[in-house]
């Protein structure tokens, strides 16, 4: 059987709406978007073995699709209100009735000037090239006007914050020279500038964009295809055939679900939406609490964007910034990211033990075997994308290139295969395909605008870094932090929590990776440790992906519970308890980067640090849940964050007691069998319950 789905949620797809800018329209504009999002795609998809253009030129085609489809997807205003005063009768004033599901005058204007001002760069890049540094009063602004929409942009399409951030960023490159002595630097003008974020690529069309145009889109592409012909729909059915008749099942489908569904969506938003309109109405039903439920929901699905193949944006951006292969950063997040997901399923084991809860009735479960071999072609295209880019080793754009053709012969093949064994027109089917095709076009082009939006805002603050604000951010927190390594970790990681209330992943990424990373290498240094600069890259990167849960922003627990029909806050409070498990890892790793992977050799050895890592994250969870078996008492709780430092820091053990990080294994290993076996003789002993 499928499992039963709630009416689609208003409230819920809000929040994805306001993700991916989506609002009901009719008449021309309900044609014009899909057609604008739909040639996106096509050019994107033509990039890497069709249009052969230069990369400068690309960023600005890039661009300027992103800002068109921003100012006519996304309302100026949000929800429907009075504006202005007019007296229409002569009896007095009335109010106009601002409406979100048309396309006023003023929109077209802004995507007009958006596209011509995104294009500017590449019309006159020659000219541009050639003056650089002595801009013509209209270089500057083509670049005032760029710099004005694209912040407005951000503001439609992100909320107010990341303009907000940016603004306050170009307002210290004009004021900077009249800041404290240790903030002071010499004032940048109007021209420079420009010159920097609007005329060069070391701002607006920097590397964060280059990225997004060249890679990401294929990949958001790829999953939304995958998506809009069935396969999100796939990952649940297999994971409730799977998990759903153990103890909590419906939960432990839902992390499975969210993790399958990561895999390929990268957006913890419409993760949640996407998986939660299925699994928070059965979690509630099975006895979790609606909070409980959204909260697992909102942690499997933040969770999502750590989950190779293609684990969010960010990590396209990762392996340039790193100087690494997309294979190796993959590699590096694959521990981690697997132990954060099996522990959120053994989350959800503990849970349902204290609330003494039991799996689905088989009967309204689908069988697995049906499942798996009724939608296995869905697993072709995603086993082929991680075989050109592991095994093949092509580039991330190429692979996902391959990937989408993959893709759609399948789908093609599928739909003329049914339609044969349905005896229904070859004609009909092709039309279907064509449909699905079309509609994953439009999808991917939709889905790219905030991502658009927000890489290139976020070149606003990386052109100011660049202009000298760099260095004196990371004097001031040095200054904070002083020689202690640990209290600069604690201050980057609370920093990309409170950015992330407010930025995307992406662009929180951005931000602390130019602010942040290359003080923890220098210090780190400066102690006599090694830090690997892809370890304070994904030190940033998990913690701008737990900005989505966190409070009092955190716009996936508030789609969870729109669902969950529970308090947002009290949802996002619990889901970042439950997120707990992930935000220890970075810490470990930065000083054990054998959970990265790096300079480990031999499956024996990766097998090794994953079961010891997945146990350290057991007895973490059971000691931040205050349960294994039963409540904990303190000498058991002394015991699993003892089996915890054990397994995720044996080289600190080894190198104190002069063992091998072997024994270490053994031992953290061993006192996690121990606290079970105190906890299950206490059961046993008379008068036990």
Request: aromatic letters at 10%.
């Amino acid at each position: 059987m499928t499992p039963p789905r709630d009416d689609p949620n208003t409230d819920a797809s809000a929040y994805v709406e306001a993700e991916f800018g989506s609002r009901t329209l009719r008449g021309v504009a309900g044609i014009l978007i899909p057609l604008l999002a739909g040639a996106w795609s096509l050019f994107q998809f033509a990039l890497p073995t069709v249009l052969l253009l230069n990369s400068d030129i690309t960023r600005c085609i890039h661009l300027a699709f992103a800002l068109a489809l921003v100012f006519l997807s996304f309302p100026m205003l949000k929800g429907r209100r009075i504006i202005g005063w007019i007296d229409r009768t002569g009896s007095g004033p009335a109010g106009v009735l601002y409406k979100t599901d048309r396309i006023y005058w003023p929109d077209y204007v802004l995507a007009v000037l958006g596209v011509l001002a995104a294009l500017y760069y590449a019309i006159d890049y020659a000219g541009i090239a050639e003056r650089r540094g002595s801009l013509y009063p209209r270089d500057i602004f083509a670049g005032v006007v760029l710099v004005s929409l694209l912040l407005e942009a951000a503001r439609r399409a992100l909320g107010k914050p990341l303009p907000i951030i940016a603004l306050l960023f170009i307002l210290y490159s004009f004021c900077s020279e009249f800041m404290p002595d240790i903030l002071s630097a010499k004032g940048a003008s109007l021209r420079k500038l420009i010159g920097q974020l609007a005329m060069s690529t070391e701002g607006i069309y920097g590397i964060p964009l280059d990225v997004s145009a060249k890679t990401v889109f294929l990949f958001v592409l790829f999953g939304a295809m995958l998506e809009k012909v069935g396969g999100g729909q796939y990952f649940i059915q297999l994971a409730f055939s799977l998990l759903g008749r153990f103890k909590g099942g419906p939960a432990k489908a839902a992390v499975l679900a969210s993790g399958l569904t990561g895999m390929v969506s990268g957006s913890s938003i419409a993760n949640t939406v996407t998986t939660g309109t299925f699994t928070i109405p059965l979690m509630k039903k099975a006895g979790y609490p609606a909070v409980k439920a959204g909260a697992i929901e909102v942690a499997a699905s933040t969770n999502g964007q750590l989950m190779p193949p293609i684990m969010g944006a960010a990590a396209f951006l990762m392996a340039v910034y790193c100087g690494l292969s997309y294979y190796e950063v993959v590699r590096a997040a694959f521990v981690p990211a697997v132990i954060s997901y099996i522990a959120l399923i053994y989350i959800t084991h503990l849970e349902a033990s204290k609330l003494g809860l039991k799996g689905m009735d088989p009967k309204d479960l689908p069988r697995f075997g049906e499942t798996f071999i009724g939608g296995v072609h869905f697993l072709i295209p995603i086993a082929f994308l991680i075989y050109v880019l592991v095994v093949k080793r092509y580039s991330p754009e190429y692979s996902a290139f391959y990937a989408i053709l993959a893709l759609a012969a399948l789908v093609v093949l599928r739909n003329v295969w049914n339609a044969t064994r349905r005896r229904e027109s070859l004609a009909a089917a092709l039309r279907l395909t064509a449909n699905q095709l079309w509609a994953s076009l439009v999808a991917g082009g939709r889905n790219m605008m905030p991502i658009g939006v927000a890489v290139a805002a976020a070149g606003i603050i990386v052109g100011v870094v660049n202009l000298g604000l760099g260095a004196r951010i990371v004097e001031v927190v040095h200054a904070i932090a002083g020689e202690n390594f640990v209290l600069l970790l604690l201050i980057t990681a609370v920093a990309s929590l409170i950015l992330g209330m407010g930025l995307p992943t992406t662009a929180n990424y951005i931000v602390m990776v130019i602010l942040t990373v290359p003080l923890i290498r220098d210090l780190s240094a400066e102690m006599g440790l090694v830090v690997p600069l892809i370890a304070a890259h994904l030190f940033c990167f998990f913690f701008g992906i737990l900005a989505d849960d966190t409070p009092p922003v955190g716009l996936a627990a508030y789609a969870a519970a729109a669902i969950s029909k529970a308090d947002p806050i009290r949802t996002g409070i619990q889901g970042f308890k439950y997120d707990i498990r992930t935000a220890i890892l970075p810490f470990m790793f930065i000083f054990n980067t054998d959970l990265l992977l790096i300079n480990v050799s031999g499956v024996g050895h990766i097998v090794i640090i994953l079961i010891t890592g997945v146990i350290a994250m057991f007895a973490f969870a059971s000691l931040t849940q205050n349960f294994l078996l039963r409540r904990n008492r303190i000498h058991e709780a002394i015991l699993l964050a003892l089996t915890v430092f054990l397994l995720l820091r044996p080289d600190l053990f080894a190198a104190q007691f002069g063992v091998s990080k072997f024994i270490v294994y053994v031992l953290g290993v061993a006192v996690f069998v121990l606290v079970h076996g105190l906890q299950i003789l206490s059961q046993r002993a008379p008068g036990s319950r």
